[in-house]
């Protein structure tokens, strides 16, 4: 086995794949620009202190100590659901272990060999695994391309009982966006249609109170499974769907990756529920986010880069992985904590800085950014 792992680290190191985990200090020192703590909130002392004081001394915190379906779906669970639910406006709400969990348990549970899935070209590799864990049929969409989806719904949806159509709102690694208008129109074109859409990236960030690409475009209630994850701007963890009753009892009774783990610890829950509850309240920070999202993209625009995305994920295209490192490098030796980003988690030949902007991030960095580059 050692001399099999060795050759394949080998490999990966002379393509320039190789990953290390990254030093904790060096993340700190610099300006962060890979983080998904996009509303600040996660480095939110004073938020985090408030929380504490609102908890009871008698609950147990920091272990449910088994599966929801035994003895762990505590008491802040329905509370956390509930709260999901009525904030969406939809029946129902259910929650997992983390994203991963969720995108990775969905699409096993409900589907047959009936069942087609079609899936935009560039889903998170949470959904490919989800999707490889299935019995459907699979076939991808070209990125973003609704004719290329319709083409293929047209094609194939008699031959199916159902056809799932995935897709993120903002997308990971390019922060560009899915047309969930389109999407919902064409899902009324087709009535086999159910439409699963993950807004990792954009819960928090978009929408009038937070809560969405969906709710930017109006079109919350007509999306059957609507994901998104506490890890990120919402700065807990975990990952949750909004739904339909029936929706949340089928996968309570299916999915694996709910029955057969640990329910999240009680503290997690109640944190989550606290930074839900406010969300609302954090449009200042959306702006700001806005804001400087809008003057890197421009300023790399002006400076001939291609491809700048449409929200605060904003890839700088290098293409192959050997100058996307040391670009990564540089930037990071002069005080900007940007990540490469590689294959497999991008297509080959698009290697890229991908810089994840933040509230916390000023005018003047960007600024500097655009200077040194
Ligand atoms: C981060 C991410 C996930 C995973 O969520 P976690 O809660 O971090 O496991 C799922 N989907 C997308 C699109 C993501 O970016």
Redesign the pocket.
């Known amino acids: 086995m050692e001399r099999f792992l060795q050759e394949r680290l080998d490999a990966l190191e002379l393509s320039g794949g190789k990953r290390t985990l990254p030093n904790p200090l060096h993340v700190k020192q610099g300006l962060n620009l890979a983080s998904?703590d996009y509303l600040g909130l996660a480095s939110n002392l004073s938020l985090q202190q408030e929380f504490l004081h609102t908890l009871e001394d008698q609950t147990p915190l920091f272990s449910a100590s088994s599966s929801r379906l035994l003895t762990g779906n505590v008491a802040a669970y329905e509370v956390l659901e509930t709260t999901l639910a009525r904030l969406f406006g939809t029946q129902s709400a259910l929650v997992f272990n983390?994203?991963?969990?969720?995108?990775v348990g969905i699409l096993p549970a409900l589907c047959t060999d009936k069942t087609l899935i079609l899936a935009d070209k560039l889903v998170?590799a949470?959904?490919i695994d989800g999707i490889r864990l299935s019995k459907g049929k699979f076939l991808r969409y070209a990125h973003n391309d609704l004719n290329h989806l319709e083409t293929l719904l047209r094609t194939h949806h008699e031959a199916y009982e159902h056809v799932i159509v995935v897709t993120?709102s903002i997308f990971?690694m390019d922060g560009d966006e899915a047309d969930l208008k389109g999407l919902v129109a064409l899902k009324h074109r087709y009535e086999k249609v159910v439409l699963y859409v993950?807004e990792?990236?954009g819960v928090g960030v978009r929408g009038e109170s937070g809560l969405g690409c969906a709710q930017a475009c109006g079109c919350m209630g007509e999306i059957d499974i609507l994901a998104g994850?506490?890890?990120?701007a919402l700065a807990s963890?975990?990952?949750y769907i909004v739904c339909s009753t029936l929706m949340r009892e089928f996968l309570v009774n299916h999915m694996r990756t709910l029955i057969f783990t640990t329910a999240l610890p009680p503290i997690n829950l109640l944190w989550s529920t606290f930074v839900l509850e406010r969300l609302s309240g954090f449009g200042n920070a959306r702006a700001q986010l806005a804001k400087v999202s809008t003057l890197l993209r421009e300023g790399l625009v002006q400076k001939g880069y291609a491809h700048p995305s449409s929200s605060h994920i904003i890839p700088l295209m290098v293409g192959e992985n050997t100058p996307t490192l040391e670009k990564a490098r540089a930037l990071q030796a002069l005080g900007f904590y940007a990540l490469p980003i590689r294959p497999p988690t991008v297509p080959k030949g698009t290697s890229r800085i991908r810089f994840s902007l933040t509230s916390l991030v000023q005018e003047a960095d960007i600024r500097a950014i655009l200077d040194v580059l």
């Open positions: 998904n983390s994203g991963y969990h969720m995108n998170h949470s959904l993120e990971s993950d990792a990236h994850t506490f890890g990120k963890v975990g990952g």
